[in-house]
């Protein structure tokens, strides 16, 4: 595992010793949410690509970040890339709206096309199991700072990098990175 400013990230890691050498079902793809109009989702369904995991808000200092990821999203999608956004009102009640709304706003503003999941908690006493594992169990330990945080996961759900909130989603660690993991089968 090496670190970088605002940049952490591990090599793969495709076996688990529990699973004496053979690939099992990694821990994140056993997590359904329901998307931001509440339709359950088997992240499951997005074995194989490799992944952007990002809680957001609308009334944030990093809010434009949405741009980024969006222009992230149309360049690699064709290639097995996904951003799945998840709007939290953990930080400064920076996400007050409903889902419906966060919908509006990511839509009308942003034009994302992206997966937008619906609100959940992403740390304190409600925090939703996906961000538990992803702060506690995942190679990369530690609570969510803020809006923003992104997980960068690989083909195989393995956690192989976590970027700071106000970390550029087009910065040249992160497109390196991805373009990395994408190369990888």
Known sequence: MTAARGVVFAEERLTSPASGGKKSLAPLYRFRLPDIDGQPVDLK???GKVLLIVNTASMCGNTPQYAGLQEMYER???QGFEVLAFPANDFGQQEPGTNDEIKGFCYTKYSVSFPLFSKISVTGNEQHPLYQYLTEQSPFPGRVTWNFQKYLVNRS???IGKYDPGMNPLSKT???????ALAKS
């Open 45 to 47: 369904t997005f074995k």
């Open 76 to 78: 690699y999608r064709e």
């Open 157 to 159: 759900g393995q956690v």
């Open 174 to 180: 992160i497109i390196a990175d991805l373009e990395k």
